[in-house]
């Protein structure tokens, strides 16, 4: 059955589907960061996000330890209209992965406001402020948490 036209379609991510990741956005900072550990992400908990044949982005999960875990997501700009089918497809994903993990972290840069009200509508919480020199290059990150429901 052939996709409908501005389909979203998921795939297990591969290491070469970062090279499509030409333009991080707001998200440069990320980039040496992520490229360092493109052999964890494909390890099965992550995916690639596409509409169509267009390449919007890449998320999963990254092991801490059998009960935790920590969210990332990298998606091209200029998307914004596929917005709620990512957010949809993210929350899912999030959702089943609760089952296994169940604390799942996000960092954001307090100055992301995007990824902000971002992790906010997928149920996340702010757990512990700023934490100064956080990201790689001094920045300081905000730690979000989602926990499972007992």
Partial sequence: RAPMPGQLRLEPFKKEHAALLDDYGAQAWVKDYFEACLDDAEDGLAVSV?????????????PVHDYRAIAWALFVPGYPQHFIKVHRATKAFLREHLKAF?????????????????????????????????FPDGRAGAEWVMLREN
């Fill in 50 to 62: 596409w509409v169509d044949q267009d390449f919007i982005g890449c998320a999963g999960l990254a």
């Fill in 102 to 134: 169940p604390r799942i972290e996000a960092y954001i840069d307090p100055e992301f406001t995007r990824a902000i009200r971002w992790v906010k509508s997928l149920g996340f919480r702010e757990e512990c402020g700023y934490k100064p020199y956080f």
